[in-house]
């Protein structure tokens, strides 16, 4: 299993960007794929999913801002992320769970290597 993610880059507040993640390796209809992110000194936070159940579900601090989305054959998803902040200043990781509502790191089997997205001021 292999999960590619890009899109990263540096944008000034108020910008917007959109990450990709490419998964390969196995089919992932039935399961959940999400975002993740990590500032420098701080833990690894949920960001956001998406499955073939539920559907698509956010963090309280991005929810508004950022959509999640997927290919029909969800293996392949992208994060839009539009009215960006200083504070979305992190590292941001694709993953792959067997679980629907799955929002923590510890229910997250795969994981991809990370895009940095950096927001100025």
């Known amino acids: 299993v292999q999960l590619q993610a890009s899109g990263g880059g540096l944008v000034q507040a108020g910008g917007s960007l959109r990450l990709s993640c490419a998964a390969s390796?196995?089919?992932?209809?039935?399961?959940?794929i999400g975002w993740f992110r990590q500032a420098p000194g701080k833990e690894r936070d949920f960001v956001a999913a998406?499955?073939?159940?539920?559907?698509?579900y956010y963090a309280d601090s991005v929810k508004g801002r950022f959509t999640i989305s997927g290919a029909n054959a969800r293996n392949s998803v992208h994060l839009q992320m539009n009215s960006l902040k200083p504070e979305d200043t992190a590292v941001y990781y694709c993953?792959?769970?067997?679980?629907?509502?799955?929002?923590?790191?510890?229910?997250?089997?795969?994981w991809g290597q990370g895009t940095l997205v950096t927001v100025s001021s």
């Open positions: 998406i499955n073939w159940s539920e559907g698509s």
């Open positions: 390796g196995r089919a992932f209809r039935r399961s959940t």
């Open positions: 993953a792959v769970s067997n679980k629907l509502g799955a929002r923590s790191v510890d229910e997250y089997d795969y």
